[in-house]
């Protein structure tokens, strides 16, 4: 097992800088350039010029790419373009931000999406069935900002039950510790803050959680439906096992396959940001930061950026295939 | 897994429960807390390396110049200087300092501080001028810096504890609207040495004389100011804290004023201006216009070459249509490239009529009585200028803006209504775009856009040399469409080294009728901001170039 895993972290070294040299080669083959942003309608042909040899823009695209390389090796993300602030400062903010919210709207999306799927499973064909899977349909199709809109203002304006902006109130202070909010209040002993800071990320992780709970959902009902087809399912009622029993231990268990490569997908999707989920909600994740980078040609952040959310798929990657042997004695690594 | 799906339920109901009525907090504040609903996180703290308004809205607050904007004007008034005399050739600038003021960091601001500044402004060679920042704004509006032959600034000398004085290489005409913008305020030496380039970074903030200290900078969520206690000057108002909470969604700030989380934001939807202002608790304010949105021509197209088939263009397109249709409430129709609000408009420059029958018979009279949809490109020479000789023909092109901005809310769509009212004088354009807002400043820098093209502008400092000179004293250039015009250019850097504005404006409103008389571009739209604030707030004084002091605000 421990060879596996050893040589599946060296296979991924290639892919790793494959994506960096892709993305390297992208963000700098797109028109425009940092420069351009930055100086907007004053931008003239000799002040682009003089500044981008003052950046090193001028330098061979390769030598740039070695350069930038040299500094991740070392562990070093460089500084923003614009502002000149260390992008790892402005990461560990923004990345604990993202992950409590991913998490949340991941374990919401599980916690409810599994247990509808395997219900419209069980109920095949009922009305049960018909609504949960509709109510899919509609999780998948309904526009993020649409129903991030209605919340805050149904929930947050009209109700006044829940906030919407940010992750915390104003005069709401947190000791930082891990960066995720809850739990550092947790850790203080602030119980006031912990419910100002799951309230604040309640509105948001719903938004957040309505696509993959519908994936998960759709995923879980067909996977059961296959396993609950099988013959030992038939010979465990047979046997006058209870029901209960039967869908748990015997169908659910082997259905989980699926299911869990599912969720780490989703895992995967959620922690490289939101960018919609975070622009409604004020949410300093790295979604909308990568996003503006972008449209900015933040070159330092987008390069650091994109190479962190690769690493991401490839850890959530290899997470997955261990809770396959988990999941499953047969699998042996 | 049942009993942690137990223990989450649990934990969220108790979350949702009612809120219960907090234990009054025990250290009650005295004063109170504005809270702005911004709707970007700033670049940087530090007000000379930056050009973003988000920066600027926060440094304002706690960073101040030699001069400040008066009230909702762009007139220039005593602020860390608080009286000069300037010589008779308009040369050498004296200005007498404040003698009470502190950075927040305790040191003394005084003439030396001011000349330090200056100092790593001008000198890329100074070791607090760091090379990865961009003191762009000084490069621009100065003439460049200490190693450019444009330079504006010859020395800046400390001639008493709190008196400096300024050489300039030649007059200056915008001297004092200049060392009034908000990236020209003074920081404390001390803090920038001991920050190092950290200066201005979410962890170290600014050190300034300005009524509030920098208290906490969180990425993307908020920044926090509190009250300086021994500020130097007047505080009318009652606030002990600024907070800024950055909301980048237009109708997410607008939720938040309802709700109450915030007291006030810049620029909501046109379609929630109504709901503001009929509401109880809320209220807008205009910001003044100090900005033009305009279509420009590239002169490198041939048939734009010709004076009558650039008024027919401007007579076709039917601005005051526009303007209804796509701005807020307070938008204007342009006449000229400078807005209503600022000296040098020429009120007598008038506006081009919409009259496509009278624009069909000009394109008839330039040789054109069909339109036409193809037009031919002229080769640019090696020193920028374009020649007779054609390079090639292509589509006749509008490009729109991708992006909104202020004097631009929706390119697109405007940029479709203008390809109609074209289409009904005969001229069949393509809707052109050319990538993102930073493709398509680079294209339009290079000259690469063929076509028409729309473009605006936002004023820096309240001085019309701001609008025209910049993109016309030096012409023509690729970046300004080929525009050529020597007398223009001439005029423009005639005014631009004169001191006195009684002879510099009658040279702006000069070079308006000109640039009208050849329909230079289409000038389209002048736009104001609105401002949305709970009635709770009171004080609070729009100004055109946005430099708006908190500490006038009063919270009820």
């Given at each position: 097992?421990?060879?596996?895993f050893a040589r599946r972290v060296?296979e991924?070294i ?8 892709l993305v390297?080669?992208l ?11 930055m100086?907007?309608e004053?931008?003239?042909e000799?002040?682009?010029t003089a500044?981008?040899?003052r950046?090193?823009?001028?330098e ?5 790419y070695f350069?930038?390389?040299?500094r ?5 993300l ?7 602030i260390p992008?790892e ?8 931000a993202t992950?409590?919210?991913?998490l949340?709207?991941?374990?919401l ?5 599994v247990?509808v799927?395997?219900?419209?499973a ?7 069935d018909?609504a949960s899977?509709f ?8 526009p993020i900002?649409?129903l ?5 203002f149904?929930i ?5 039950w829940l906030p919407f ?5 104003s005069?709401i202070n947190?000791?930082r510790?891990?960066?995720l909010?809850t739990?550092d209040a947790l850790?203080d002993?602030?119980w006031?803050?912990?419910k100002d800071?799951l309230?604040?990320l309640i ?8 696509i993959?709970l519908?994936?998960i959902?759709?995923i ?7 396993v ?5 399912i ?14 748990i ?6 259905a989980l396959l699926?299911i869990?490569?599912i969720?780490g997908?989703q ?7 939101a960018?919609?989920?975070e ?7 790295v ?7 972008i449209?900015a040609r933040?070159y330092?952040i987008v ?5 962190i ?14 809770m396959?042997a ?7 690594y | 897994?049942?009993k ?10 108790v979350?949702?429960l009612?809120?219960?009525p907090?234990?009054p ?9 504005f ?9 940087q703290?530090?007000?000379?390396v ?8 926060v440094t304002v607050?706690?960073c101040e110049?030699?001069?400040f904007?008066?009230g909702?004007?762009?007139n220039p008034i005593p ?10 050739d308009?040369?050498?600038w004296t200005?007498e300092l404040?003698?009470?003021a502190?950075f ?6 005084n ?29 621009a509006?100065w003439g ?9 600034i010859?020395?800046v000398e400390a001639?008493g504890?709190f008196q400096v004085t300024?050489t300039l290489t ?5 001297m004092l609207?200049?060392?009034?913008m908000?990236?020209?305020?003074i ?11 950290q200066?201005g970074?979410p962890?170290?903030g600014y ?14 969520d ?9 500020y130097w000057?007047?505080?009318p108002g009652n606030?002990d804290?600024?907070v800024?909470r950055?909301?980048?969604d237009?109708?997410?700030r607008?939720a938040a004023?309802?709700?109450?989380e ?5 620029g909501p939807?046109?379609?929630?201006l109504?709901?503001i ?7 807008v304010l ?12 590239s ?7 010709d004076v009558?088939v650039?008024?027919?263009?401007a007579m076709?397109i039917?601005r005051?249509?526009?303007?209804d249709?796509f701005y807020p409430p307070?938008a204007?129709i ?7 609000s600022?000296w040098?408009?020429n009120?007598?420059?008038p506006a081009f009529?919409?009259?496509?029958e009278?624009?069909k018979?000009?394109?008839a009279?330039?040789?054109?009585p069909d ?7 002229m080769?640019?020479d ?5 020649t007779d000789e054609?390079?090639?023909?292509m589509p006749?092109t509008?490009?729109y ?5 202020p ?13 109609s009212y074209?289409?009904?004088i005969?001229?069949e354009?393509?809707l052109g775009?050319?990538?993102d807002?930073?493709a398509?400043?680079e ?5 690469e856009?063929n ?8 004023g820096?400092?309240?001085d019309p ?6 993109f016309?004293?030096a012409?023509p250039?690729?970046?300004?469409g080929?525009?050529?015009n020597?007398?223009v ?16 404006e009658?040279?702006?409103?000069q070079?308006?009728?000109l640039?009208?008389?050849e ?14 604030f709970?009635?709770?707030v009171?004080?609070y004084?729009?100004?055109p170039l ?11």
């Amino acid at each position: 097992m421990f060879q596996y895993f050893a040589r599946r972290v060296i296979e991924s070294i290639p892919v790793v800088i494959g994506v960096s040299i892709l993305v390297f080669m992208l963000i700098h083959m797109i028109p425009g350039d940092p420069v351009v942003a930055m100086l907007g309608e004053r931008a003239t042909e000799e002040n682009v010029t003089a500044l981008r040899e003052r950046l090193g823009f001028d330098e061979p695209l390769y030598e740039q790419y070695f350069l930038w390389a040299g500094r991740m090796l070392r562990g070093d993300l460089g500084n923003t373009v614009r502002g000149n602030i260390p992008v790892e400062n402005e990461l560990r903010n923004r990345f604990p931000a993202t992950i409590e919210l991913g998490l949340m709207a991941l374990t919401l999306a599980t916690l409810v999406g599994v247990p509808v799927g395997i219900l419209s499973a069980t109920k095949r064909n009922s009305l049960l069935d018909t609504a949960s899977m509709f109510g899919a349909l509609f999780g998948v199709s309904i526009p993020i900002f649409v129903l991030g809109l209605l919340l805050i203002f149904f929930i947050g304006v009209e109700l006044e039950w829940l906030p919407f902006v940010g992750r915390l109130s104003s005069d709401i202070n947190i000791e930082r510790v891990t960066g995720l909010n809850t739990i550092d209040a947790l850790i203080d002993g602030n119980w006031k803050a912990f419910k100002d800071a799951l309230e604040h990320l309640i509105l948001p992780a719903i938004t957040l959680s309505t696509i993959p709970l519908a994936v998960i959902a759709r995923i879980t009902r067909s996977a059961m439906l296959e396993v609950l087809n099988q013959d030992y399912i038939r010979t465990a009622h047979a046997k006058g096992l209870r029901y209960r029993t039967v869908v748990i231990r015997h169908a659910f268990r082997n259905a989980l396959l699926p299911i869990v490569t599912i969720i780490g997908l989703q895992l995967g999707t959620l922690l490289s940001g939101a960018v919609l989920t975070e622009t409604i909600f004020s949410w300093p994740g790295v979604g909308k930061w990568l996003f503006d980078s972008i449209v900015a040609r933040d070159y330092s952040i987008v390069q650091s950026m994109t190479l962190i959310i690769a690493m991401i798929y490839i850890a959530v990657n290899f997470a997955v295939d261990f809770m396959y042997a988990i999941i499953d004695p047969r699998i042996r690594y | 897994m049942r009993k942690w799906s137990l223990l989450l339920v649990v934990v969220l109901v108790v979350a949702m429960l009612p809120t219960l009525p907090d234990s009054p907090s025990a250290a009650a504040q005295e004063g109170k807390t504005f809270v702005w609903g911004a709707e970007a996180n700033p670049v940087q703290l530090d007000p000379a390396v930056v050009t973003d308004g988000a920066s600027f809205r926060v440094t304002v607050q706690g960073c101040e110049p030699l001069l400040f904007y008066d009230g909702s004007t762009t007139n220039p008034i005593p602020g860390l200087a608080k009286s000069w005399t300037t010589s008779e050739d308009g040369l050498v600038w004296t200005f007498e300092l404040v003698d009470n003021a502190t950075f927040h960091d305790g040191t003394p601001f005084n003439a030396e501080a001011v000349v330090y500044n200056f100092e790593r402004w001008r000198f890329t060679t100074h070791p607090t001028h760091w090379a990865e920042s961009v003191f762009e704004y000084y490069d621009a509006m100065w003439g460049g810096f200490d190693d450019s032959e444009n330079r504006i600034i010859d020395k800046v000398e400390a001639t008493g504890e709190f008196q400096v004085t300024f050489t300039l290489t030649s007059p200056y005409g915008s001297m004092l609207n200049t060392l009034a913008m908000p990236m020209f305020s003074i920081a404390s030496p001390a803090a920038i040495e001991a920050a190092g380039a950290q200066y201005g970074t979410p962890e170290v903030g600014y050190s300034c004389t300005g009524p509030y200290t920098f208290v906490e900078w969180v990425s993307d969520d908020h920044v926090t100011l509190a009250r300086n206690a021994t500020y130097w000057g007047d505080f009318p108002g009652n606030t002990d804290q600024v907070v800024f909470r950055i909301i980048p969604d237009a109708a997410a700030r607008f939720a938040a004023l309802q709700s109450g989380e915030i007291d006030g934001f810049e620029g909501p939807n046109v379609e929630d201006l109504e709901a503001i202002e009929g509401s109880d608790n809320m209220q807008v304010l205009m910001r003044g216009p100090l900005n033009v949105m305009y279509l420009a021509f590239s002169y490198r197209v041939k048939e734009f070459q010709d004076v009558n088939v650039r008024k027919a263009i401007a007579m076709a397109i039917n601005r005051q249509e526009i303007v209804d249709a796509f701005y807020p409430p307070g938008a204007v129709i342009a006449t000229t490239m400078i807005p209503p609000s600022l000296w040098g408009y020429n009120a007598d420059v008038p506006a081009f009529d919409y009259d496509p029958e009278a624009a069909k018979a000009l394109l008839a009279e330039a040789g054109y009585p069909d339109g036409f949809s193809e037009v031919s490109i002229m080769k640019v020479d090696e020193n920028g200028v374009v020649t007779d000789e054609v390079e090639t023909t292509m589509p006749l092109t509008l490009y729109y803006q991708p992006v909104a901005r202020p004097y631009n809310p929706d390119g697109e769509g405007i940029g479709e209504a203008m390809v109609s009212y074209l289409a009904d004088i005969g001229l069949e354009a393509e809707l052109g775009s050319v990538g993102d807002w930073s493709a398509y400043l680079e294209a339009r820098s290079n000259g690469e856009l063929n076509g028409l093209y729309q473009l605006g502008w936002t004023g820096d400092n309240g001085d019309p040399d701001n609008f025209l000179g910049y993109f016309y004293a030096a012409n023509p250039v690729a970046r300004e469409g080929f525009y050529s015009n020597a007398e223009v250019g001439t005029l423009l850097m005639q005014a631009r080294a004169m001191a006195d504005q009684a002879e510099r404006e009658p040279i702006y409103q000069q070079v308006e009728v000109l640039q009208h008389d050849e329909v230079a571009r289409v000038y389209i739209a002048h736009t104001g901001v609105p401002l949305a604030f709970s009635t709770r707030v009171s004080g609070y004084v729009p100004n055109p170039l946005s430099t708006e002091h908190f500490k006038l605000v009063t919270v009820e």
